[in-house]
């Protein structure tokens, strides 16, 4: 059965770092796009970053351009996003997704979605 979890979230103050992890089974993680998305409280569930399968091309919504990195190991089915420079907007359930042909913001074009994790700003 495939599946996705989430883990790595938690209560950061402003200025904070945070590094949350995708880990998936039951399927190749290798062979699909990965997109990290989140969504705040009363808000639309926004993509954050994405990288690609193959040539690993990488894409940051323009929010957390230069404050996030997304990163991908396939030989252990995981995907990783570093969040450095907290700010209390980045406050969301954190969705990891795989399934998509090639990277995108679209989260219809993904099949597979972790449970989500919480950052929340303590400041």
């Known amino acids: 059965q495939a599946q996705i979890v989430e883990s790595g979230g938690g209560l950061v103050q402003s200025g904070g770092s945070l590094r949350l992890t995708c880990t998936a089974s039951?399927?190749?993680?290798?062979?699909?796009?990965i997109g990290w998305f989140r969504q705040a409280p009363g808000k639309e569930r926004e993509g954050v970053s994405c990288?690609?399968?193959?040539?690993?091309?990488?894409y940051y919504a323009d929010s957390v351009k230069d404050r996030f990195t997304i990163s991908r190991d396939d030989e252990r089915n995981t995907a990783y996003l570093q969040l450095n420079n907290l700010k209390p907007e980045d406050t969301a359930v954190y969705y990891c997704?795989?399934?998509?042909?090639?990277?995108?913001?679209?989260?219809?074009?993904?099949?597979?979605w972790g449970q989500g994790t919480q950052f929340t700003d303590s400041s």
């Open positions: 997704a795989a399934g998509a042909p090639f990277c995108t913001f679209y989260r219809y074009s993904y099949s597979h």
């Open positions: 990288i690609s399968n193959g040539n690993g091309r990488i």
């Open positions: 039951g399927f190749t993680l290798g062979y699909y796009a």
